[in-house]
């Protein structure tokens, strides 16, 4: 059946790495199912995941299972590590989505199911949790097909509720499979409480199935039956096409085996998808591959730093073969890389292989000018991979470090760390003297500043970020600015009359000359605009920065002997700050613009948080179930949006940012700004 890649991506809790760790344990690859929760697991293996009991970060194994090979990826289910997820999307030939079937439609679902689909990756999806009292399997499948496009089909339905769920039946061979008792699950009649139900799913499944494929349609229609082999030809072809999602229920001891037959079944193998999921470059942006690529070719989809290990770079062959010692060219950075070894990862486990083929994924060290995103293959035959389209960061906190003179230290440390998570961001502001750590959440940050301690014995603690204000004038003004300085000897002379009015807050300063005459040599005029410029950077208001000025230089004097570039600058400067003074001058604040995505039953309380933050509504659209909210809302208002959106939504309401423009601020809030800014000084 080929070469596949598996993701299993689900929200937090789902129980994603437990079914992974059953699949290792069914295959022998483990001697028995590795547990998250008493720190045993073989795909959550590293501190940060075994002190928190959750999966941080995207690992690998691999098996084999009914004559295909398996690469499997177990990715994180919060939001604060998607990009991890993101990174696995993306090299993925199919997905197995997970959801607890207990009541609610998480967050993380919808944001999955959209990467998914935007991607064009086939999926399965699985009701797991079918052991706890509160399942329903019928209840959960209705809401995810509601808000799905009706797109889910089971293809098994449980047996017992609760603690009484002991197996399934498979409605393609309409067989139960009671997982009663340890070992394989036995195959045996369907009880006859539930005939029914499965005999209405099953006459469902085999419509389905028909409808997928033209020929089977037209039989169906005729014969009103399909074989097993034509039901599943059908199932495969309306999961390749996204038409069909099939749904299978599942708890951890319990329908692994048949999620992992629905595997290799139902979902595409490499050679299946090879074109979809393969976007090279042109001159008109990345299209799907329209001929193969003859030489070897990968996407570099994950990035790790290891202590002991060094660097290592996650790769998926698209094409060729690749062997060690292979030279490699990087399109991405223009530079050759040639790997000694290669490995596939049985979670932690490196296990050296002597290839890869294509479709295949494992692990190369040591490639020094390699990162996530970019694209290996052979010079003779230049390709480029569409890059990961990794998410922007939405939470920033500034970093005050316990001990002073770490600040390099602080920056090599969290460099290194942003070269595995390209989610990450890191910077420093010369204008506040911040720090700013930016990540996906408050988790995401909190985990990094652990990392930090851990790794570089680096102690730290997290502060909000200064708000970047600026300031401007809303009226026209002139002034002199005269600079005369005569103690004897050579002096200092300098005059100009400036002009400044607003621009509509344009970031640069516009600056004209309108001398005439020669009052100042043309050689002075580059001086005064220098000092003009030079006194932007400190406004009168409250020390910030100004924008949105024209200024002009209309007039002035200068002495033959001591007139000089200096005088005229600081005679400039003192022009503009007197001028300002009668230009009514006030305080801008940055406006983000925020798109909002959130479970329809909570627009009511977004809609009066962004009021109560002092934020605009720009319009709403509907996404199903979900509402997407534009809105602007001041930064300073917005400074932990992330952690409160969560709060306020259950952790189902997810969000962009990006800067907008600069507002004035509100007359009742800038004296507080202004007061706040004195202190600091």
Request: net charge negative; hydrophobic share 35%; aromatic share 6%.
């Amino acid at each position: 059946m080929g070469v596949r890649t598996v993701g299993l991506f689900a929200h937090a809790g789902a129980g994603k790495t437990s079914l992974a760790e059953k699949m290792l344990a069914i295959t022998g690859v483990a001697k028995k199912p590795g547990s998250v929760e008493n720190g045993t697991s073989m795909l959550d293996f590293e501190a940060v995941e075994k002190d928190h009991r959750t999966t941080v970060y995207a690992s690998t194994a691999h098996f084999s299972w009914k004559d295909s090979q398996v690469d499997l990826i177990d990715s994180p289910g919060s939001q604060n590590f998607i990009g991890e997820t993101v990174g696995a999307i993306r090299v993925c030939d199919g997905a197995v989505m997970m959801s607890s079937a207990e009541p609610g439609i998480h967050g993380e679902t919808d944001f999955l199911w959209e990467r998914l689909e935007n991607q064009g990756v086939a999926r399965l999806l699985v009701l797991s949790h079918m052991d706890r009292d509160q399942a329903d399997f019928d209840s959960c499948l209705a809401n995810l097909n509601n808000s799905y496009d009706n797109r889910l089909i089971a293809i098994n339905i449980p047996i017992g509720k609760g603690s009484g769920f002991s197996g399934v039946v498979d409605l393609v061979s309409m067989k139960a499979l009671d997982f009663s008792t340890p070992g394989k699950p036995k195959a045996a009649d369907i009880p006859g409480d539930i005939l029914p139900q499965a005999e209405e799913q099953r006459y469902r499944l085999v419509e389905s199935a028909a409808e997928a494929d033209d020929d089977l349609l037209e039989k169906y229609l005729e014969t009103e039956e399909l074989s097993t082999e034509e039901i599943i030809r059908g199932l495969r072809r309306g999961v390749k096409t996204g038409k069909l999602v099939p749904v299978l229920a599942a708890s951890r001891n319990i329908g692994v085996e048949s999620v992992m037959d629905a595997m290799v079944n139902l979902l595409p193998d490499f050679e299946e998808c090879r074109e979809r999921r393969s976007a090279i470059k042109t001159g008109d942006g990345y299209i799907s591959d329209g001929h193969p690529v003859k030489n070897f070719a990968a996407l570099v989809f994950k990035t790790k730093v290891d202590q002991y290990a060094g660097k290592l770079s996650f790769v998926k062959v698209l094409a060729g073969e690749l062997k060690p010692g292979l030279e490699m060219f990087n399109v991405s950075t223009d530079n050759m890389e040639r790997p000694a070894h290669i490995f596939k990862l049985q979670g932690k486990e490196q296990v050296e292989v002597k290839s890869l083929g294509p479709g295949e994924i494992g692990v190369l060290p040591k490639l020094s000018e390699t990162h996530s995103g970019n694209t290996l293959c052979s010079k003779a035959e230049k390709v480029e991979y569409q890059p990961i389209d990794f998410p922007a960061p939405v939470l920033s906190y500034a970093f005050k470090l316990s001990a002073k003179g770490e600040e390099e230290k602080l920056s090599t440390a969290l460099h290194r760390i942003i070269e595995e998570d390209p989610t990450l961001s890191f910077r420093h502001n010369g204008e506040t003297g911040d720090f700013l750590v930016a990540g996906m959440g408050q988790i995401h940050l909190d985990l990094t500043k652990e990392r930090l301690a851990r790794e570089y014995n680096l102690k730290s603690e997290f502060k909000l970020p200064h708000v970047p204000y600026r300031e401007t004038i809303r009226s026209s003004a002139k002034a002199q600015g005269k600079y005369k300085k005569q103690t004897g000897g050579r002096g200092q002379y300098g005059d100009c009359w400036l002009e400044i009015k607003p621009n509509g807050q344009e970031e640069q300063l516009l600056f004209e000359s309108a001398i005439v005459g020669g009052v100042i040599p043309k050689g002075f005029i580059p001086a005064v605009e220098k000092g003009v410029s030079e006194a932007l950077h400190k406004g009168i208001v409250a020390g910030y920065p100004v924008i949105g000025i024209n200024a002009k230089v209309y007039d002035g004097s200068y002495h033959d002997v001591d007139s000089s570039e200096m005088a005229f600058k600081i005679a400039g400067s003192m022009a503009f700050k007197k001028a300002m003074e009668e230009a009514r001058p006030v305080l801008l604040e940055p406006i983000y613009k925020l798109d909002i995505v959130v479970p329809s039953e909570y627009m009511g309380d977004v809609m009066g948080d962004i009021n109560g933050r002092r934020g605009k509504v720009l319009g709403m659209d509907s996404q199903g179930r979900r509402q997407l909210v534009r809105a602007e809302v001041p930064m300073s208002e917005a400074l932990i949006y992330a952690v409160e959106l969560r709060a306020m939504t259950s952790g189902q309401g997810i969000f962009t940012q990006e800067f907008s423009h600069y507002e004035q601020v509100p007359d009742n809030l800038s004296d507080k700004i202004i007061q706040a800014r004195a202190n600091e000084d």
